[in-house]
């Protein structure tokens, strides 16, 4: 039992799915008939019911497809080497993240996903560029992304692109399936899943939060402790070795008080500091 995709591979994955994918449809400008569209209210969900139908159905088909291909791969395909048909695994992975992006270039359950893509420059472009990195990946990635040296044949190629091409008419199953039995079904499914979630996410957070409390005890502690140490040692340096501060003495330079003949004349007066030790200075 091994991982069906590497951390480098799946580092590839995520960069596809997070960053390009997400750039290609950001960057979709929108039609006029999004004003078809009824408004949605401020306490509505972000996720619509209709985009969770095609998360969980495209999850279904992928898994699906990913699963059979890495068990019961080597009994369909008994030419295949163990390098080879992991590298079919990746690569048909990878290619049905490119194909979904186009299913969800739609959020109603319309079929028609290629509408108005020769406006938008930056999909096109992005698309080249996963799957211009993609080729180069199988063929010249081998150490890398732990595919086969020699990349893939024809019939592999064939085997990888069939397979993920299959998402779209799949997409198109999906959009088929009513809203509202999927509403249904996910109300008497998810409501014990949401209950356990939440279950679990108070115990994980009173747990946080009683790590926390006894962190922030010892923390007192340790700085009470500090606090109390620090009068003692003052305290001690106070009795071992006193501190004389010094005396300032102010002196007139004539030696006299205000002259009442030499009231223009202004004479700054001289400073002597007295050291305790027995020095002066001016």
């Not at 998810?190 to 923390?219: C, Q």
């Amino acid at each position: 039992m091994r991982s069906v995709l590497t951390a480098v591979q799946l580092l590839w994955v995520n960069l596809i799915m997070d960053t390009f994918a997400a750039l290609a449809l950001a960057t979709d400008p929108p039609t006029e008939k999004i004003l078809n569209r009824p408004p949605q209210g401020k306490k509505a969900p972000l996720i619509t019911t209709n985009m969770w139908k095609m998360i969980i159905g495209q999850a279904i088909f992928q898994l699906a497809v990913t699963f059979t291909l890495y068990f019961a791969g080597p009994q369909i395909f008994p030419s295949y080497s163990d390098i080879e048909l992991r590298t079919v695994v990746f690569n048909t992975f990878v290619w049905m993240q490119i194909f979904n992006e186009f299913n969800n270039r739609r959020l109603d359950n319309r079929f028609n996903i290629f509408e108005g893509l020769h406006r938008n420059q930056f999909f096109i472009v992005i698309n080249i560029l996963m799957v211009g990195l993609q080729v180069a990946i199988i063929f010249v990635g081998g150490r890398v992304f732990s595919v086969n040296p020699s990349g893939l044949n024809g019939p592999q190629w064939a085997v990888s692109i069939v397979l993920a091409l299959l998402c779209m008419p799949w997409a198109v199953v999906v959009r088929l399936f009513p809203d509202a039995w999927f509403a249904r079904i996910a109300r008497i499914v998810g409501g014990p899943v949401a209950v356990a979630y939440r279950a679990v996410g108070r115990f994980f957070s009173r747990v946080g939060r009683l790590f926390k409390k006894n962190k922030k005890t010892a923390d007192e502690e340790a700085t009470g402790s500090e606090q109390q140490g620090e009068p003692e040692q003052m305290s001690q340096r106070t009795n071992s070795d006193p501190v004389e501060s010094p005396v300032v003495v102010v002196s007139d330079t004539d030696g006299s008080n205000n002259n009442n003949n030499n009231k223009n004349i202004t004479t700054a007066p001289e400073i002597m500091v007295e050291d305790p030790e027995g020095r002066k200075g001016n």
